[in-house]
């Protein structure tokens, strides 16, 4: 079983950025892939960045240039620098993790609002 706890969201004003990370924990478990996916109101749960053990890293078209997504692999946490932030990155942000066995993992997701 793994757990996933997430940290960084907030208000900020377009333009602006913001640090989101994710802490994975529990016992006897390899990580093979972490990403960030985000869900605003009304629209269905889309990804916005993901990092394999390689690493090779995959970002949806829109976040490209503005996002970075990096590991810390010795303490299994994920980052997500989102920076220019636009009003439509407003969303609950979810970090996931998917283990070599394989299985899938979600964190609570922590609010991202970006609004002047």
């Known amino acids: 079983q793994v757990q996933l706890v997430e940290s960084g969201g907030g208000l900020v004003q377009p333009g602006g950025s913001l640090r989101l990370s994710c802490a994975a924990s529990?016992?006897?478990?390899?990580?093979?892939?972490m990403g960030w996916y985000r869900q605003a109101p009304g629209k269905q749960r889309e990804l916005v960045a993901t990092?394999?053990?390689?690493?090779?890293?995959n970002y949806a078209d829109d976040v490209k240039g503005r996002f970075t997504i990096s590991t810390n692999s010795a303490e299994n946490t994920v980052y997500l620098q989102m920076n220019s932030l636009k009003p439509e990155d407003t969303a609950v942000y979810y970090c996931?993790?998917?283990?070599?066995?394989?299985?899938?993992?979600w964190g609570q997701g922590t609010q991202v609002t970006v609004s002047s």
């Open positions: 529990g016992s006897k478990f390899v990580l093979y892939a």
């Open positions: 990092i394999t053990s390689n690493p090779s890293t």
């Open positions: 996931n993790a998917v283990t070599h066995t394989p299985r899938v993992y």
